[in-house]
């Protein structure tokens, strides 16, 4: 089975930090993806990549940047923590073709 | 702009009865769904997807049915069971086994 590891369950970061998201999956997979959920609003797309070293903004990008330096991490970092950035962070991969996505378990992020 | 619409935020089912989730979408692009649900403090885990080429698919007590003309599919469960007490979310593809777009989610409570 294809495995996404979020690295952190839980994070609760001051207002202003700089915050690091990891991502890693074990399947070979291409593509990888940032989400975060927020009740009301579902799940929105921050940022996605197609392959090493390249991304592409999703819906929602202002605040936040990503990196893939190597195939199967894909991080997602908040340059200057807000408020407004609490909430749940989804992490998916997909192969080639049609599978859909896995998840991720998740990162609930608070930000104080 | 939401191009996939859940527009119930939750659903109460009693044990055995049908559950019907539904989903609206606004982009003709779109050929190809799929149902995931959310346990949780879990990542959403797949459930079943439907092809623009076809108007029903089904997997044991999970029947997905979309209408084009509508641009509306709509996911029944029966016999409901309290484990598929969860939030289920509709997602959407343009075909090209990028980014999927996600709807809003509902909860469905399956009481006793």
């Known amino acids: 089975d294809v495995k996404v590891t979020q690295s952190s369950r839980y994070l609760v970061k001051r207002t202003g930090e700089k915050v690091f998201l990891e991502c890693v999956q074990d399947m070979d997979h291409e593509n990888m993806f940032w989400y975060r959920q927020d009740p009301g609003l579902g799940l929105r797309l921050i940022y996605f990549?197609?392959?090493?070293?390249?991304?592409e903004k999703g819906d929602i990008p202002e605040g936040y940047s990503v990196s893939r330096e190597k195939k199967e991490r894909f991080s997602l970092i908040l340059e200057s923590a807000s408020t407004n950035q609490t909430s749940m962070y989804l992490c998916?991969?997909?192969?080639?073709?049609?599978?859909?996505?896995?998840f991720g378990s998740g990162t609930r992020l608070t930000v104080v | 702009d939401q191009q996939v619409k859940q527009n119930s935020p939750s659903l109460s089912v009693q044990e055995g009865r049908i559950s019907i989730l539904n989903c609206d979408y606004t982009?003709?692009?779109?050929?190809?769904f799929l149902w995931y649900k959310k346990y949780p403090a879990e990542g959403p885990t797949f459930l079943i997807s439907?092809?623009?080429?076809?108007d029903k698919n089904e997997d044991g007590r999970f029947t997905v049915f979309l209408n084009k003309s509508a641009k509306h599919l709509s996911l029944h469960i029966v016999p409901s069971q309290p484990g598929d007490s969860a939030v289920y979310f509709c997602a959407a593809d343009t075909g090209t086994a990028s980014k999927l777009t996600f709807g809003t989610g509902t909860r469905l409570q399956v009481t006793l």
């Open positions: 982009n003709s692009m779109f050929d190809y």
């Open positions: 998916a991969s997909s192969g080639q073709g049609w599978g859909g996505y896995t």
């Open positions: 990549s197609y392959d090493v070293k390249m991304k």
């Open positions: 439907i092809s623009s080429i076809k």
